[in-house]
């Protein structure tokens, strides 16, 4: 590692001052006993400034190169729009900060693994911020799996439709250029879930997309998908902006029994899974935590070299893969392989 921290507590410098890191990320590194949050940048000077006086940040730059030259700064949270994140990170990458990057990591998979590349040769940390992964409702139905309670899995349903608050009805509706429309904002959530939780890749995809009043500039603001898996799991995927009281689910059909999770596709540390199996039902006890708050705590005992991150680059590359897959899909209504190339 070129950023040897010792036992010093990690200073987190934001680029971008955004929504998630206000009503989350500032709060999980905080909440770490050796994290701080000691900078902030934001193109617009004037909203910088005020964003670092709400959230009490010592300092406040309206250029990457300064924050990336305060001595304070160990690790950045590029929470910026989607087209700046391979720039912004491959520049933290050559400052030797470690990196914990928004989703999609990219816009392309050429950028994405760039931004891993970059990292890597720095001999920095890099990590993409899959929160579901780190749900307790998530992480115990992967463990249900591993131990054999609905035997071998077969389908997988996906519930991720939900009403986009109009607080955030910005770029993701009508910005292409930034990397908008609900399959590069929630499609690559679901990938990394279905990845994670049934620890199988996903081979190909169909897909249908719609525009049904919030999307603009061509942009989707709901999808349908179907996707293949390596095992010969079939997934079924929804995903919209639009729905306001569908709620959300997960759920993993096995030779042997169903796991059935509602109100686990969100930010918080909520929800339930149902085993169903010949003997019945039960819920599996579940010892929720703070999504962000584990992920962080993960990353940082990854720079500390203490094991991985949560959701590593490769992770980020694989769900961008997805979705790349799924637009590509939906646009021309061909089956269409999900390829790292
Ligand atoms: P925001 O729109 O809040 O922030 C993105 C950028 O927009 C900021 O960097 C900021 O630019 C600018 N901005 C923010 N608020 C204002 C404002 N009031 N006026 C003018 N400009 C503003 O985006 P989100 O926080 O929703 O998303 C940021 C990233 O995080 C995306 O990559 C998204 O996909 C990801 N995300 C991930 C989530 C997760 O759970 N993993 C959840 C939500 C988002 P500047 O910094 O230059 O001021």
Same mark, same amino acid.
């Given at each position: 590692?070129?950023?040897?921290?010792?036992?010093?507590?990690?200073?987190?410098?934001? +680029?971008?001052?955004?929504?998630?890191?206000?009503?989350?990320?500032?709060?999980?590194?905080?909440?770490?006993?050796?994290?701080?949050?000691?900078?902030?940048?934001?193109?617009?000077?004037?909203?910088?400034?005020?964003?670092?006086?709400?959230?009490?940040?010592? %300092?406040?730059?309206?250029?990457?190169?300064?924050?990336?030259?305060?001595?304070?700064?160990?690790?950045?949270?590029?929470?910026?729009?989607?087209?700046?994140?391979?720039?912004?990170?491959?520049?933290?990458?050559?400052?030797?900060?470690?990196?914990?990057?928004?989703?999609?990591?990219?816009?392309?998979?050429?950028?994405?693994?760039?931004?891993?590349?970059?990292?890597?040769?720095?001999?920095?940390?890099?990590?993409?911020?899959?929160?579901?992964?780190?749900?307790?409702?998530?992480?115990?139905?992967?463990?249900?799996?591993?131990?054999?309670?609905?035997?071998?899995?077969?389908?997988?349903?996906?519930?991720?439709?939900?009403?986009?608050?109009?607080?955030?009805?910005?770029?993701?509706?009508?910005?292409?250029?930034?990397?908008?429309?609900?399959?590069?904002?929630?499609? +690559?959530?679901?990938?990394?879930?279905?990845?994670?939780?049934?620890?199988?890749?996903?081979?190909?995809?169909?897909?249908?997309?719609?525009?049904?009043?919030?999307?603009?500039?061509?942009?989707?603001?709901?999808?349908?998908?179907?996707?293949?898996?390596?095992?010969?799991?079939?997934?079924?995927?929804?995903?919209?902006?639009? +729905?306001?009281?569908?709620?959300?689910?997960?759920?993993?059909?096995? %030779?042997?029994? %169903?796991?059935?999770?509602?109100?686990?596709?969100?930010?918080?540390?909520?929800?339930?899974?149902?085993?169903?199996?010949?003997?019945?039902?039960?819920?599996?006890?579940?010892?929720?935590?703070?999504?962000?708050?584990?992920?962080?705590?993960?990353?940082?005992?990854?720079?500390?070299?203490?094991?991985?991150?949560?959701?590593?680059?490769?992770?980020?590359?694989?769900?961008?893969?997805?979705?790349?897959?799924?637009?590509?899909?939906?646009?021309?209504?061909?089956?269409?392989?999900?390829?790292?190339?």
């Amino acid at each position: 590692m070129t950023n040897p921290i010792g036992s010093n507590p990690i200073g987190w410098g934001l +680029v971008g001052a955004s929504t998630i890191a206000s009503e989350w990320m500032i709060d999980a590194f905080r909440a770490q006993p050796d994290g701080a949050v000691v900078a902030v940048m934001s193109a617009n000077a004037e909203r910088g400034a005020a964003y670092a006086a709400r959230h009490g940040i010592a %300092s406040a730059y309206d250029r990457l190169d300064a924050l990336l030259a305060d001595p304070a700064v160990n690790a950045v949270y590029i929470s910026t729009t989607n087209e700046l994140h391979r720039d912004q990170a491959i520049a933290a990458a050559k400052a030797g900060k470690h990196v914990l990057c928004e989703k999609p990591l990219a816009l392309t998979l050429a950028d994405a693994r760039a931004m891993a590349d970059a990292c890597a040769a720095a001999g920095v940390r890099f990590a993409t911020n899959h929160h579901l992964r780190n749900a307790a409702t998530h992480r115990a139905m992967r463990q249900a799996i591993k131990d054999g309670l609905i035997g071998t899995p077969i389908a997988a349903r996906v519930a991720h439709a939900v009403f986009l608050p109009p607080h955030l009805q910005g770029w993701r509706i009508d910005k292409p250029q930034a990397g908008g429309g609900v399959i590069l904002d929630i499609t +690559v959530h679901d990938a990394d879930t279905l990845r994670f939780v049934l620890d199988d890749e996903p081979v190909e995809v169909v897909a249908m997309s719609q525009r049904d009043g919030l999307g603009q500039e061509g942009l989707e603001d709901g999808a349908m998908t179907i996707a293949r898996f390596r095992s010969g799991l079939i997934a079924q995927i929804h995903d919209a902006f639009t +729905v306001r009281h569908g709620g959300t689910g997960f759920e993993v059909h096995g %030779s042997a029994g %169903s796991l059935i999770a509602r109100d686990v596709m969100t930010q918080r540390p909520v929800g339930s899974v149902l085993l169903r199996t010949a003997d019945g039902e039960r819920e599996l006890s579940l010892s929720p935590e703070n999504l962000y708050v584990r992920a962080v705590r993960a990353f940082h005992d990854a720079i500390r070299g203490q094991g991985a991150p949560a959701a590593d680059g490769d992770d980020g590359l694989r769900s961008l893969a997805f979705a790349l897959a799924v637009r590509e899909a939906a646009a021309t209504g061909r089956r269409v392989p999900v390829t790292l190339d």
